[in-house]
């Protein structure tokens, strides 16, 4: 149906100029992308957290928010399944999956492998205005298959890296329209730092960062009309403070911003750019100059910056609560929204719930979006393991 078609342009941010931004969003500074399913949270304890997560405590799901913190993780092996159904408010056969192992090779080194899959439902292509002109239907997919090693370089610091094959197909093999599966291949690089802090209260002072999904432009035709995946810097910290032996609280404080080119001032009717810089950069460059290139200068680049902030409490590391915000400025995709979640964690088993709610004044597609991750985790004992960082 056209209503689904013009929906699946509008979440695949595929469209060239940024055309749903400017005609249906009204917001003609607000950036696409292509593939933007890479850029949303898989697992329900970060959505919880305002999609917050380069610098809380590594779990089976850190090779996708910072690969630098996988080594940090405490069992041998272990693996998580996270489900979202997506945009319930609009359509009911939309969803999110999303499944990551990782095993402990030393007790320095890990490895994580990941698969996510983003269902789009079902689409009916027409060839005339008549109910009767169906010329095929389709079940447009993406999805994206990550490899990741991560290592510690001493007893606080960690690095990571992850490699990532990209598919995405969303007309199949139409003839009705001019369009092939895009594909690509994409990298990330994290670091990751952690602290005890000699306070009044044992605490532990974390700090990440990470930049996602480097790689080569993605097509759904030819080579003059591909677009830049979401390639994303994250930067932040998490303080989490043992309040007794059985309680304890995390703050996490998260920043986003995306490395693509801001879309230019055009004219209304030559489409010539009349202030901003042209997008059509190397990947590389645009990486560089995505900090200094948005039209209104300063002003409109620390618009781009997306803030997430949460707070997760654990009592006796078994049953947890949480609570997060992320804040988009209104002229970059004004998403606003509150997030709670809780989650039961006991020997190798785990599950985490989230719960998503707009704060923007007016209805949002991502109203009532419910995330859940079952974990499942491994322990065995590597305490007689020599560390290479600790020879002399």
Do not use: C
């Not at 400017?22 to 850029?39: D, M, R, S, Y």
């Not at 949270?41 to 380069?54: C, K, M, Q, T």
């Not at 510690?152 to 992850?162: V, Y």
């Not at 290139?293 to 009592?315: C, H, L, R």
């Amino acid at each position: 149906m056209y209503y689904r078609l013009v929906l699946l342009l509008i979440v695949v941010g595929s469209a060239t100029e940024n055309l749903y931004s400017q005609n249906v969003l009204g917001q003609e500074t607000a950036i696409t992308t292509a593939v933007p399913f890479l850029a949303i949270s898989p697992d329900a304890r970060h959505a919880a957290l305002g999609d917050a997560g380069v610098a809380t405590s590594p779990d089976a799901n850190a090779s996708y928010w910072n690969a630098g913190k996988l080594a940090f993780i405490q069992t041998k092996y272990g693996a998580t399944a996270s489900y979202t159904p997506w945009l319930g408010k609009i359509v009911n056969d939309m969803s999110i999956s999303y499944l990551s192992g990782y095993y402990k090779i030393t007790r320095e080194q890990a490895v994580a492998i990941a698969l996510k899959y983003f269902d789009m439902g079902d689409i009916t292509f027409r060839d005339g205005p008549l109910i009767s002109d169906i010329s095929g239907e389709y079940n447009p997919r993406d999805f994206s298959f990550d490899g990741t090693y991560s290592r510690m370089l001493s007893e606080n610091l960690g690095i990571g890296i992850s490699a990532r094959y990209i598919y995405s197909n969303l007309t199949g093999t139409s003839a009705t329209i001019d369009a092939k599966p895009g594909q690509s291949v994409a990298a990330d690089i994290g670091v990751y730092y952690t602290k005890p802090l000699q306070w009044r209260r044992a605490s532990t002072l974390s700090l990440g960062g990470a930049i996602t999904n480097i790689g080569a432009k993605l097509t759904y035709t030819d080579n003059n009309n591909e677009d830049f995946l979401p390639t994303n810097l994250r930067i932040g910290g998490a303080l989490t403070t043992e309040l007794d032996p059985h309680n304890s609280l995390t703050f996490v404080l998260d920043f986003n911003k995306l490395l693509v080119p801001s879309p230019p001032l055009r004219d209304s009717v030559t489409g010539e750019i009349v202030k901003g810089r042209d997008p059509n950069r190397s990947v590389l460059n645009a990486m560089f100059t995505s900090f200094a290139d948005a039209p209104n200068g300063a002003k409109e680049e620390f618009q781009e910056i997306m803030t997430s902030v949460g707070i997760e409490y654990w009592y006796d590391k078994t049953f947890a609560a949480r609570l997060g915000y992320f804040n988009e400025a209104s002229n970059k995709g004004n998403r606003k929204y509150l997030t709670i979640g809780l989650g039961f964690n006991k020997n190798r088993f785990g599950i985490d719930v989230a719960y998503l709610v707009p704060t923007a004044k007016r209805e949002h597609p991502l109203a009532e979006t419910l995330r859940f991750t079952l974990l499942f985790n491994i322990t065995e004992n590597n305490s007689a393991e020599e560390s290479v960082t600790d020879n002399p």
